[in-house]
């Protein structure tokens, strides 16, 4: 990457109001059959606009064409059924009715290759691809066949890994894996998530990334968060085995969290989306809030290593708070470029 600093986002932005309910998760798309088809591509279109308009460097597709970061993956895959659906805690915090896995889980067809494809041909910008997860895609169903939590997370790694060869293939520069989950179960994470992942990656020539937050500003999670003390160490427990991982990027919440900065410092030698922007408020940062998060930063993560990023993702905010605080995301960056040009 020759520009230094690149500026990214974790992935959603928010979805026009034509094509679904604003600021709503999982909610319903407003068009159906070749009209949706259209919509989808249309509003990829305008999310792409607000990033090259706020200048941010590596794009995504804002996840335009998916109702949720996980549903939408599994709904393309047979082995789960939707209509049985079981109610179960997702991330030990919040009751969800989730479908059922009644039979061997496999990926007959691509699930976003097209959409890669797509958007590929609209930008020569580097772009970034989210997918689930493993261990977060398991935690978003009810199992009655594998009746395991590790095998199933196998399962889905070799299904991840089919879908990210043909992203890379379509021209995908950056595959990130979203595992929230990693927040919350250590002992799994340590015993057989961060493997399953290296399993997702298996063979990839292009850059890989994990996406580790503290989950979009919807109120289980803000709840969960004031629980959590005054000092979130959760990283601390996967960062060591993490460092030794093959994954490239490692992207985190650092914008008003409670994660001391220093943690970062275990994963020394990665490179780090670190996470300048709340995605938990409407209050637009300003570009001196986010420079401020990175120069903090800076003390554990070398500049040729530092990725400014979001918290997390923005689909539930109001499109202009999302717009504005792109802006400031890339102000931030360009005041600390400035920095340490005039450091030389
Ligand atoms: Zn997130």
């Given at each position: 990457m020759k520009t230094l600093l690149p500026t990214s986002t974790a992935g959603s932005l928010p979805k026009p109001s034509w094509l679904a309910q604003a600021e709503t998760l999982w909610s319903p798309w407003k068009l159906q059959d070749a009209a949706l088809i259209e919509g989808k591509q249309d509003a990829l279109r305008l999310s792409l606009d607000d990033q090259d308009r706020a200048g941010i460097d590596i794009v995504s597709d804002?996840?335009?064409?998916?109702?949720?970061f996980v549903t939408t993956f599994i709904e393309h895959l047979s082995g789960v059924d939707f209509e049985s659906r079981q109610t179960v805690k997702i991330r030990n915090r919040y009751d969800a009715s989730v479908p059922t896995v009644v039979g061997a889980v496999s990926r007959e067809k691509p699930v976003f290759v097209e959409d890669a494809k797509f958007l590929r041909g609209l930008t020569k910008k580097p772009i970034k691809w989210a997918l689930p997860g493993p261990m977060t895609m398991i935690d978003t169903l009810y199992d009655a066949h594998y009746k395991s939590r590790e095998k199933l997370a196998w399962e889905f790694a070799k299904i991840l890994n089919q879908e990210a060869r043909e992203l890379e293939a379509a021209g995908v520069d950056i595959i990130q894996f979203d595992e929230p989950a990693f927040n919350v179960f250590f002992d799994e994470v340590n015993d057989w998530g961060i493997a399953t992942l290296e399993k997702a990656i298996e063979g990839l020539k292009c850059e890989t990334a994990v996406h580790i937050c503290y989950g979009y500003g919807i109120k289980a999670n803000i709840d969960w968060k004031n629980s959590?003390?005054?000092?979130?160490?959760?990283?601390e427990e996967i960062f060591p085995k993490l460092q030794k991982s093959n994954i490239d990027l490692i992207s985190l919440e650092c914008q008003?969290?409670?994660?001391?900065?220093?943690?970062?410092e275990l994963i020394r030698g990665k490179k780090v989306m670190v996470g300048a922007i709340d995605v938990a408020t409407h209050t637009v940062e300003t570009p001196e809030d986010v420079a401020n998060t990175l120069r903090q930063a800076l003390r554990f993560v070398d500049a040729d290593k530092l990725y400014p990023c979001t918290n997390c993702g923005m689909a539930p905010l109001p499109r202009h708070v999302a717009r504005g605080k792109l802006q400031a995301l890339s102000a931030g960056a360009a005041i600390i470029r400035k920095e340490l040009s005039a450091q030389g």
């Open positions: 804002g996840e335009q064409t998916r109702q949720h959590l003390g005054s000092e979130w160490r959760q990283y008003h969290s409670r994660v001391p900065m220093d943690l970062i």
